[in-house]
């Protein structure tokens, strides 16, 4: 389970980040899955409860927003959601070659006090 250790270090950045800011508490850390990330949503909410205990992140709401696939024709430059890795323009009908979003995992904001 790599979720495990991808919210090991994702937790550190956010403790990090909050000390910094001079903060006592983390009342909520908003992250954003790609579809294609291979990481597991309700791995992630796992991990990070049990991980929080005894930081200033424990009780913490863990927002997950999901990034779909979003692909570019290298035939007219449409940019598509796709269903999977492989897709076909609904403009020209040309495979797409390019991934624009899909793959990311990111802590995207922290809110503290």
């Not at 495990?4 to 909520?28: N, V």
């Not at 863990?62 to 076909?88: G, H, K, T, Y």
């Amino acid at each position: 389970m790599h979720e495990l250790s991808l919210m090991e270090q994702t937790l550190a950045i956010a403790l990090q980040h909050a000390e910094r800011e001079g903060a006592s508490h983390i009342h909520q850390l908003t992250m954003r899955v790609g579809v294609l990330s291979g990481v597991v949503p309700d791995a992630l909410r796992f991990a990070f409860d049990v991980l929080a205990r005894g930081t200033m992140a424990e009780g913490a709401q863990l927002a997950i927003e999901s990034v779909p696939i979003v692909a570019r024709c290298a035939r007219c430059n449409q940019e598509f959601e796709a269903a999977d890795f492989f897709a076909d323009c609904p403009r020209c009908g040309e495979t797409a070659t390019e991934l624009r979003q899909g793959r990311e995992l990111e802590l995207a904001s922290l809110e503290v006090s």
